[in-house]
């Protein structure tokens, strides 16, 4: 599998709901097998976006 293939999956994973929160992208994390950079890329990607605001906010 290419390195970020499963980031893409799980990017296209959570575009199909429609309401994305932290756990959505923790669960999609898990699912995907990302790496903690993943992850936070995910995070960030969506805060841009403005379709998640972190937690502490």
Request: charged share 30%.
């Amino acid at each position: 599998m290419n390195e970020h293939e499963s980031l893409r999956k799980a990017l296209s994973w959570l575009l199909e709901h429609k309401k994305i929160e932290g756990p959505l992208i923790a669960e999609a994390s898990q699912r995907f097998d990302l790496s903690p950079l993943d992850e936070a890329f995910l995070r960030q990607y969506f805060v841009e976006r403005g379709q998640y605001k972190p937690e502490n906010n």
